[in-house]
């Protein structure tokens, strides 16, 4: 399963430079790394990025962070993603700009998972 970070597009290239993501300032202050499902990420978007440009959507694979992701309850009793762990970058599929629309939001890839 993929799971998604949203990322403003410095804090991912201080990352891609050192190779370990460690979160943007509200996952250090909540002590884990928030991510979304593809079901989710659009709704993530809307309520914490909402407007924001210069962002990027990183996909990883949720299996492969290994035992520090937990699922977890949050928006709705909804479990969430979250990491435990610093990312390493090399555990991202893929990182895509997440651009805004003409309306303002965002817009996601058509084959989001």
Request: charged residues 15%; proline residues 6%.
């Amino acid at each position: 399963m993929l799971i998604y970070k949203i990322v403003p597009r410095s804090l991912w290239a201080a990352a891609a430079a050192s190779g370990s993501f460690t979160g943007a300032p509200v996952d250090v202050a909540d002590g884990f790394i928030h991510f979304s499902t593809g079901a989710q990420v659009r709704d993530t978007a809307r309520l914490h990025f909402a407007g924001q440009d210069d962002l990027v959507l990183v996909a990883c694979d949720a299996d492969a962070l290994g035992a520090a992701l937990r699922w977890e309850p949050s928006r709705g009793g909804a479990l969430f993603p979250h990491l435990f762990a610093p990312l390493p970058v090399a555990a991202a599929l893929s990182v895509m700009d997440l651009g805004l629309g003409a309306d303002g939001a965002h817009t996601f890839p058509a084959d989001l998972a």
